[in-house]
Structure formats: C-alpha cells, structure tokens
C-alpha cells in the first residue's frame, strides 16, 4: 500500500505517517516544511519526503501519482484566509481524478457534521462565531470531495488534543457521536485515517469522532 499524506507535519499528520510506517505501507508525505523529516527519508526505505506547495497542481499531481490511496491532514490559518483546506483538496481531487487513484480519507471539523436531516452544525444559529471562517474552508473543502467522484471519507473532529493514540473513541457516520465529549487525541483522529483507508467503512460519509 503506498499512501500520499498532505499535511504531513502537522499534529495529526505526523502520526499518521508514523501509524502508516508501522503498518509497513509505503509513505510520501507532502508538506512545505518537510525539512525534519530528510533524516527518516534518508533511513526508512518505506518513506519519502516531498518538499512542496499544495497551490501547486503539478507538484500535487507528481506526489499523488502511483499511489494507492491519499490521506489529507491540511490545516491553515485559523481564519481561513489561505484558502490552504478548500482549495488545497480542490487540487488533490483533481490530481487524484487524472492519475487513477480513488481513495481519500481527509480531515475536516465538526461543523460539516448534520445537527439535522437539512442543517449542518455551521449553518445553526448557536454556532459559535469565531469557528465560522475555518468551518466555512471545511465545508467548501467537503463540497469538493462530495462533487468528486472518488471514494472519500471525511472526518470531522471536534477539539484536537496533541496527544497520541488512546485507543479509546467513538465515530458516527455524518453525525456527532453519543456521547460526544468535544475533544478527540491527534493520535486517535491518525488511528482512525489510516485504518479506514483500507477498511472503507465510511466511504462518501463524513465522520464524527469523540473520545471516550
């Protein structure tokens, strides 16, 4: 299995390469600050680090090409001004539709989550405001998975927590879970992308997650 990882330094992304590693799929994980992650390229024939701009459709094309599947972890700034989620997976998706490759697990928040059969949670009157411009990049990011043809499954969690894996959690298709505690490990959120690649569980759903 020889996965792509955008987002690869981040919190979730970071554990995500080393959950995949430890499952002996290949990585290449994709990020503009990849440069303390030369050291594993040079060491772990299972791993390549690939310096690069998600803006870039030719260098998200080469790093999607030849994959089995992509997993996304993109974050941005909290204000949603760079656009790096939204249109971030608008360039994956279309690198993913040219080369062939149909699998994505990607990481969105929990506003994209339904509150009903009609709402999602960011279009509520109680959602809180300050969340709005990172939930709206979320859920622009989603309507491209959803126009896409490819097989996505996109998690929305709750608080992250700069923790590793527990164990210990909760999903629910397209719906917050019961119970639902608002926070969710870094680790768990790794734990549950790099197992759903293969498991496709949840293919063309979003996913709440919860500690438990």
């Excluded at 970071?14 to 430890?22: C, E, G, I, M, N």
């Excluded at 339904?114 to 509520?124: G, L, P, R, Y």
């Excluded at 969690?157 to 879970?177: E, M, S, V």
Aim: proline share 4%; charged share 20%.
């Amino acid at each position: 299995m020889i996965i792509t990882v955008f987002g690869a330094t981040g919190q979730v992304g970071k554990r995500v390469v080393s959950q995949a590693l430890a499952k002996g799929y290949t990585v290449k994980a994709f990020g503009r600050n990849i440069e303390n992650l030369i050291d594993k390229d040079l060491h772990d024939e299972n791993f390549t680090a690939i310096k690069g701009y998600v803006f870039d459709s030719e260098e998200v094309f080469n790093a999607v090409k030849g994959s089995d599947a992509v997993i996304s972890t993109l974050g941005g700034s909290f204000d949603g001004s760079d656009k790096t989620r939204s249109l971030g997976i608008k360039n994956i998706t279309h690198a993913m539709k040219v080369t062939g490759v149909k699998r994505i697990v990607a990481l969105g928040g929990m506003g994209v989550l339904n509150a009903n059969e009609t709402t999602q949670i960011i279009d509520t009157p109680d959602y809180p405001q300050m969340f709005y411009p990172v939930g709206k990049e979320h859920q622009q990011a989603f309507q491209f998975l959803q126009a896409s043809n490819l097989d996505w499954t996109f998690i929305c969690p709750p608080d992250i927590l700069d923790q590793d894996a527990t164990g210990k959690y909760i999903t629910n298709a397209d719906y917050p879970p019961t119970p639902n505690y608002y926070k969710i490990a870094a680790g768990d959120i790794a734990d549950f992308m790099v197992n759903e690649v293969t498991a496709n569980q949840f293919i063309h759903h979003r996913v709440g997650i919860s500690k438990l």
